[in-house]
């Protein structure tokens, strides 16, 4: 089992950036797949983002594709995701999920999941 805390989050400008952080327990981060999902108000959970144990496959919904990297330091139990050139339609809570596993998981269907961070984009 894994636990996951998500921060970074907060009130940007339309075309700023923010970096999201998510630190993991557990002495065994590296044999998960981690990923990036997002709940904007009044929506369902959508896809964002997700990255191997190793960090050398990453994979991006069409919408942030460009946007957002999301990288992980398996040294130090923590998973990030760089924002640059939000937009409105970005604001969203963010989730922090993970999965066992060697793949990818490229839906909402995680197995562990953190608490989420607010990211709101004005315009």
């Not at 940007?12 to 923010?18: I, K, M, Y």
């Not at 797949?33 to 964002?48: L, S, T, Y």
């Not at 937009?87 to 269907?109: F, I, M, N, Q, R």
Request: hydrophobic share 35%; aromatic share 12%.
């Amino acid at each position: 089992q894994v636990q996951l805390v998500e921060s970074g989050g907060g009130l940007v400008q339309a075309g700023g950036s923010l970096r999201l952080s998510c630190a993991a327990s557990g002495r065994t981060f590296s044999s998960y797949a981690m990923g990036w999902v997002r709940q904007a108000p009044g929506k369902e959970r959508e896809f964002v983002a997700a990255i191997n144990w190793s960090g050398g496959s990453t994979y991006y919904a069409d919408s942030v594709k460009g946007r957002f990297t999301a990288s992980r330091d398996n040294a130090k139990n923590t998973v990030y995701l760089q924002m640059n050139s939000l937009k409105p339609e970005d604001t969203a809570v963010y989730y922090c999920a993970a999965s066992p596993g060697p793949g990818v998981v490229l839906t909402t269907g995680y197995r562990y999941w953190g608490q989420g961070t607010q990211v709101t984009v004005s315009s």
